[in-house]
């Protein structure tokens, strides 16, 4: 045999294109070469393949053996190719039987000793393999269990590249060896976070439950120590549990960033990036290789700001597209990559840098134009994304010295949100949505939902006046829509109208 083909996956953001790898032998000066657009990592691919071959007692030609990675054009990178490139090249000698590499995906890094190591990104690659028809995928030991993750999939976990050569037909003998597992991450176990825990402030967690149930975006502004952190970080645990589906997809980006798998779980996730974070950090980015950013590990939950005024603008206003869109695109010179990126925005700032303006009793030492300078890295179009804008104030002492709280409990509240999701699931069944915040504004404006007159004339009347922009004015119908939802009537009134109006600009209708 001079030729054998075999598979493996290459990822663009969390896409997965089948690559063919074939490796053929020719009468030409002896040398192992790899093309096909490989990064530096998979062009040094052939070392760790001539290694490892050599330490599983297996065999490579003494020939000119090249590797071409197909298609050419699209570019290659990490060294989750070692496996497939070690199997093809191997069969070039006709040891592995030929039929069974070309139906297999190989996905996996080799060490010099032989062994099979784990790759990030192998949840992905073997969903796409699925995609395109393979039913048979090779992957690292440590990797088994996200890759059995994929239903329908046949996967044999490989600990060393002599087991998987004895899976293809060669004829060699296995010795025992240990094998390489996933560094194993430290998790501390979390406190439980209830909505019971918050004093006194039963307008925010009433506008907290509001954004659960319709998954809008919250901006909350007050002093110091008012709690919006607090309410922040209780807003996960409200939201209703992840579907199967949802869940795949919060497991595959969690595999790309290289953190291990082994089951799913229906918990949104929270990504708290610290203000120093740049653009890259959180949109994404990279140079050869992409990394998803804080937007994509927050897909399908929640992306908390803390201190969002001291973000730089450059990255707050990097949101606004994914805001829009629900995914974020990231071109480079040589690869163009897309996440998705759902996610559930929550802002907390202070009103000004030293935290005091407009707080009773409290002395506030910035001038105005830094209050004003202040404000301003919050930009217009940015606050025009946002659904509800509440203002928090501190606790009074008789509240925070208080055995009393406020009865509403995590428990309580997701049971209300669960129920509001129903019912807008149920309304827009035959709609390609199934949450308010996600509904198009044309929907709402014109049609069989479309509000009476008599209803909306706050409302108009703050569009006439300039006080709301038309994206302003959706985002308010569709707040009015989750009110309704929460109190469990078919439409919205003028008080869920108002309420709505009152949340997004602080206005009454």
């Known amino acids: 045999m001079r030729t054998a083909r075999t598979w493996a996956v290459a990822l663009t953001g969390v896409e997965g294109h089948l690559v063919e790898i074939e490796a053929d032998v020719s009468n030409q000066t002896p040398g192992f070469k790899i093309v ?39 570019p290659k990178h990490g060294s989750g190719f070692d496996l497939g490139i070690a199997i093809s090249a191997v069969a070039t000698g006709g040891v592995l039987d030929a039929a069974s590499i070309a139906r297999t995906v190989h996905i996996g890094e080799l060490g010099l000793d032989g062994r099979v190591r784990p790759v990030p990104g192998v949840l992905p690659a073997v969903f796409a393999a ?106 996960p645990g409200i939201l209703p549990s992840l579907s199967e589906e949802a869940a795949l997809e919060v497991a595959a980006i969690r595999s790309l960033t290289g953190a291990a798998v082994h089951a799913l779980d229906d918990t949104p996730p929270l990504e708290a990036p610290h203000h120093s974070a740049s653009v890259a950090a959180l949109v994404g980015g990279g140079s050869r290789a992409v990394r998803p950013g804080a937007i994509v590990r927050a897909h399908r939950g929640v992306l908390f700001l803390d201190e969002a005024a001291e973000f730089s603008r450059v990255a707050l206003d990097a949101l606004r597209q994914p805001l829009e869109s629900g995914s974020i695109e990231i071109d480079r010179a040589g690869f163009h990559a897309r996440f998705p990126a759902q996610f559930q925005l ?29 404000a301003s890295r919050l930009s217009g179009p940015l606050r025009d994304r946002i659904d509800i804008d509440i203002q928090i104030t501190r606790v009074a002492a008789s509240l925070a010295t208080s055995t009393e709280r406020s009865g509403v409990t ?97 206005l009454n209708a």
């Open 130 to 235: 699925a995609r395109a028809g393979f039913d048979r995928v090779v992957v690292p030991h440590a990797n088994e269990a996200e890759a059995r993750l994929v239903p329908g999939m046949q996967v044999r976990a490989a600990t060393t590249l002599a087991e998987v050569a004895l899976w293809h037909g060669a004829d060699i003998a296995l010795t025992e060896t240990e094998p390489v597992t996933a560094p194993i991450a430290s998790e501390t176990d979390q406190p439980l976070l209830d909505l019971v825990d918050v004093v006194g402030q039963e307008e925010a967690v009433d506008a907290l439950i509001a954004a659960a149930a319709g998954g809008h975006h919250l901006l909350m502004s007050g002093p110091p120590g008012a709690g919006k952190t607090m309410l922040a970080r209780r807003l």
């Open 36 to 74: 096909g657009l490989p990064d530096k990592a998979l062009g040094e691919a052939a070392q760790r393949v001539h290694n490892a071959v050599t330490n599983a007692e297996l065999k490579l030609t003494r020939r000119r053996l090249t590797v071409n990675l197909s298609p050419a054009s699209l």
């Open 346 to 374: 929550a802002l907390a700032t202070n009103p000004c840098p030293c935290g005091n303006y407009g707080v009773r009793g409290a002395e506030c030492i910035c001038p105005p134009i830094a209050i004003r300078r202040y």
């Open 410 to 506: 995590t428990a309580q509240a997701r049971a209300r949100v669960e129920a509001a999701r129903e019912r807008a699931a149920a309304r827009w069944a035959e709609t390609p949505w199934r949450i308010n915040a996600d509904v198009a504004g044309s929907w709402l404006r014109q049609g069989d939902t479309r509000l009476p007159a008599d209803v909306r004339t706050g409302l108009d009347r703050a569009l006439e006046r300039g006080q709301l922009t038309l994206r302003g004015y959706d985002r308010v119908l569709r707040l009015a829509w989750t009110m309704a939802d929460l109190a469990g009537i078919d439409r919205p009134g003028r008080d869920e109208l108002g309420r709505a109006l009152f949340l997004k600009k602080g």
